[in-house]
């Protein structure tokens, strides 16, 4: 099994910034590509971003491209989501997920196998 524990959100402004981070633990040898999520209130939820585990390969939401960076720690066992220029359409939960198979990254929520409980991540105006 495989945990997955973010931390780092809260409330900025908009065009702030803020990064949040994922620790995994468990059986993290299990995981190929790892991902953010995010849920806004009465939405579905939708891919962010993406990373294999190695960090050689990435994608973005078109909707995030050029505003937020994903990267990974693989040492620490530690993804992260640094958001900059931050829209009140980013208000969400953040959720991370790892998945066990590879088949480069993925961006479908069934594709991940392993679930963290959320981050909140609320942009005023």
């Known amino acids: 099994q495989v945990q997955l524990v973010e931390s780092g959100g809260g409330l900025v402004q908009a065009g702030g910034s803020l990064r949040v981070s994922c620790a995994a633990s468990g059986r993290t040898s299990r995981i190929y590509a790892v991902g953010w999520f995010r849920q806004a209130p009465g939405k579905k939820r939708e891919f962010v971003a993406g990373?294999?585990?190695?960090?050689?390969?990435?994608k973005h939401a078109d909707s995030v491209k050029g505003r937020f960076t994903i990267s990974i720690d693989n040492i620490e066992n530690t993804l992260y989501l640094q958001m900059n220029s931050l829209k009140p359409d980013d208000t969400a939960v953040y959720y991370c997920a790892a998945n066990n198979w590879w088949g480069g990254v993925p961006t479908a929520d069934y594709e991940y196998a392993y679930w963290g409980q959320g981050t909140q991540v609320t942009v005023s105006s």
């Open positions: 990373i294999s585990w190695s960090g050689g390969s990435t």
